[in-house]
Nanobody, 122 residues
Framework: QVQLVESGGGLVQPGDSLSVSCTAS????????RAWFRQAPGKDSEFVAA????????RYADSVRGRFTISRDNAKNTVYLQMNSLKLEDTAVYSC???????????????WGQGTQVTVSS
């Protein structure tokens, strides 16, 4: 089975930048769609960004478009999320996912990581 592990979360101030990554291990397939979701306490899971197998197509939530960038390095089985101009409302647990179809719906992704905490605070 494919396993996903996130890293790179931390505590930053508003306006700062942070990059998180997600590495796949086990039986992997390089053409899998990769995505990022986030969830704050008391709120529903929210789609953030997704990227297709060859990295040529991406999709972003309106709330992060222009500030966040998703990318992947298939040689390292890793997907990245570069977060710039961070805001207080970006505070959440960020989780990566893998699936066969590029979609904003969490239920369509079969494999999930445990998540990494990103906290934006003054």
């Amino acid at each position: 089975q494919v396993q996903l592990v996130e890293s790179g979360g931390g505590l930053v101030q508003p306006g700062d930048s942070l990059s998180v990554s997600c590495t796949a291990s086990g039986r992997t397939f390089l053409n899998l769609v990769r995505a990022w979701f986030r969830q704050a306490p008391g709120k529903d899971s929210e789609f953030v960004a997704a990227i297709n197998g060859n990295g040529e197509n991406t999709r972003y939530a309106d709330s992060v478009r222009g500030r966040f960038t998703i990318s992947r390095d298939n040689a390292k089985n890793t997907v990245y999320l570069q977060m710039n101009s961070l805001k207080l409302e970006d505070t959440a647990v960020y989780s990566c996912a893998a699936g066969r179809v590029l979609t904003t719906t969490a239920a369509h992704y079969a494999v999930w990581g445990q998540g990494t905490q990103v906290t934006v605070s003054s």
